[in-house]
């Protein structure tokens, strides 16, 4: 007997109501989010001269002058990450490549001289010298270009390495067989760190492993999976653990799968084959319906035929479900899925703008005919606050939090927020949840 998200929400709602009316801030009291402060200043005051009966005396009388006082910056502690993980994720998009071929070229650089040192007759200190400044180098280029990003090897990260100064001792000790066998362990490990498998294992950009999974799931779970896709479509990754020494198999089988109508699953997670299509899967979701991602943007897909089990009957019934909301005013926008590693298909979409300041990211949160808003709701610590919208002829319910620069929306459903028990636990653990 098949079952959907909304026969077993209805059933459970009544129930659950006056519960959730506490959960969800159901007075009507309390429940308006705070409108934007804004600046008081200092009050400027004249001082007045008493009259004299002497030859009066002019007098200037400074008036003090005001010091705006600045935007308020709302969730500051959430903004400063969520600025971080957005600037993260334009470097993967845009230079990601270019760093990568400068990197061969540094790393280039060190391998030709080793290969002059190792062709020299003689070797002197001279050589030891050349051998450093060439490491320094590419430490330098590493240490500003690559350690922000990446968890990289120390070898890579200072000059004067295991490497040179191994060969330094063999020079010193005048020692030929010592200096070439320090010499060829630099050469072979030199040109393994150019390499394709190398950069694509300890230096991903899909998956990235590290500093992005870090700043987005700063709880410290290892079993989370977060999709990122640029607001052009022309950018897609993962962010999750690196739990082994390969990324084919790094304990984290994470892998896209595309329905008939061109929507794609990112954070489902198993054991599967090389050829693994979508109708190989018998783990319907629990209440035949999924959020996906296509050309449409985030959409919600539904088992058109429940009486059979096969994935590839889903359809889109909602599309689009972050339209409404998006600003034209944005600097960037980045769509993200948050799930778990696992067989299965939850997982929660959160809509980021990014504006140029404060008070524009202040003004794209405020009640328009297109979106209204009713009241917060409380989550981990952060009041977010509930909005409504139509999307092609039906009211979508989401959820907005604005934090200095940055607007999140997140869960947009066609299930009123007060039948959705729970609504952000997918969210938890992530630097969406302050605790």
């Not at 400044?133 to 270009?145: G, I, K, P, R």
Request: aromatic residues 10%.
């Amino acid at each position: 007997m098949s079952f959907t998200r909304r026969g077993v929400l209805a059933a459970v709602a009544l129930a659950q109501s006056n519960l959730l009316g506490g959960c969800f801030g159901g007075d009507t009291d309390g429940t308006q989010a705070d409108p934007a402060s804004g600046g008081t200043g200092a009050t400027a005051t004249a001082t007045e001269t008493p009259e004299s009966t002497s030859e009066p005396t002019a007098t200037a009388t400074e008036t003090p002058t005001s010091t705006p006082t600045p935007t308020p910056v709302a969730n500051a502690d959430m903004a400063a990450a969520t600025t971080d993980i957005l600037s993260e994720f334009e470097w993967f998009r845009t230079q990601y490549g270019e760093t990568m071929t400068q990197f061969r070229i540094s790393v280039g650089g060190v391998y030709d001289a080793i290969t002059e040192i190792q062709s020299a007759d003689e070797r002197t200190e001279a050589d030891v010298e050349a051998f450093r400044s060439a490491s320094t180098d590419l430490a330098e280029f590493v240490q500003s270009n690559l350690a922000p990003h990446f968890q990289v090897a120390p070898a890579l990260r200072v000059g004067n390495d295991v490497y040179v100064r191994d060969f330094e001792r063999g020079v010193a000790r005048d020692d030929r067989q010592f200096q070439d066998r320090a010499l060829s362990r630099a050469r072979s490990f030199y040109q393994r760190v150019r390499s394709n498998q190398y950069i694509s294992n300890e230096l991903s950009r899909r998956p990235v492993y590290g500093p992005l999974y870090d700043m987005l799931v700063p709880s410290g779970a290892t079993d989370r999976i977060v999709a990122l896709v640029s607001e052009d479509h022309d950018f897609v990754t993962w962010a999750h653990p690196d739990l082994d020494d390969s990324t084919a198999r790094d304990g984290v089988d994470r892998h896209t799968h595309e329905f008939p109508s061109g929507h794609r699953v990112f954070t489902h997670a198993h054991d599967h084959s090389l050829s693994h299509p979508i109708r190989d899967h018998t783990n319907e979701p629990e209440l035949n319906e999924l959020y996906a991602y296509g050309a449409d943007g985030v959409s919600l897909l539904v088992d058109g035929k429940s009486y059979r089990e096969r994935l590839d009957d889903f359809e889109p019934a909602l599309t689009n479900l972050f339209g409404p909301v998006k600003s034209e005013n944005r600097a960037a926008g980045v769509t993200l899925f948050v799930g778990t590693a696992s067989r299965g298909w939850d997982s929660s979409p959160v809509y980021v703008e990014q504006f140029d300041s404060v008070d524009a990211a202040q003004a794209a949160t405020e009640s328009t005919d297109a979106v209204g808003s009713e009241g917060v709701t409380s989550l981990a610590g952060r009041d977010w606050e509930r909005v409504f919208y139509d999307a092609a002829g039906t009211t979508i319910y989401a959820y907005r939090l604005r934090a200095g620069t940055a607007v999140v929306t997140a869960l947009p459903l066609d299930v009123p927020w007060e039948r959705r028990p729970e609504w952000a636990a997918g969210l938890a653990g992530t630097w969406l949840a302050a605790e």
